[in-house]
Nanobody, 124 residues
Framework: VQLQASGGGLVQAGASLRLSCTVS????????MGWFRQAPGKEREFVVV????????YYADSVKGRFTISRDNTKNTVYLQMNSLKPEDTAVYYC??????????????????WGQGTLVTVSS
């Protein structure tokens, strides 16, 4: 399973960005997907995850109400719509996939497949 993330960039506080992560080499519709991020000097942290069915979504408190995850099984792609961006959202954002038919999880350790990361920089 290969993951390719894109969509990062440099924006001002209050702006929006949409990240995309396209999956190949696996049956995307069976995979729980997640977005995690790592800021400079900090550990990787959970942002949002979505179950393979799309029926369950968990958001970190820090992004709740501002970020929205969605998945398009026809395009093998998961999206992260980020609105009202803040400087503290600055990080490398990684998409990740768990094994087929497992549950969505907050823990990065439970994700077997990772994209290369895309940098989001929010200036104040």
């Amino acid at each position: 399973v290969q993951l390719q993330a894109s969509g990062g960039g440099l924006v001002q506080a209050g702006a929006s960005l949409r990240l995309s992560c396209t999956v190949s080499g696996g049956t995307f519709s069976r995979l729980p997907m997640g977005w995690f991020r790592q800021a400079p000097g900090k550990e990787r942290e959970f942002v949002v995850v979505i179950s393979w069915s799309g029926s369950t979504v968990y958001y970190a408190d820090s992004v709740k109400g501002r970020f929205t995850i969605s998945r398009d099984n026809t395009k093998n792609t998961v999206y992260l719509q980020m609105n009202s961006l803040k400087p503290e959202d600055t990080a490398v954002y990684y998409c990740a996939a768990r094994a087929a038919y497992t549950t969505a999880s907050y823990s990065a350790y439970e994700y077997s497949y990772w994209g290369q990361g895309t940098l989001v920089t929010v200036s104040s």
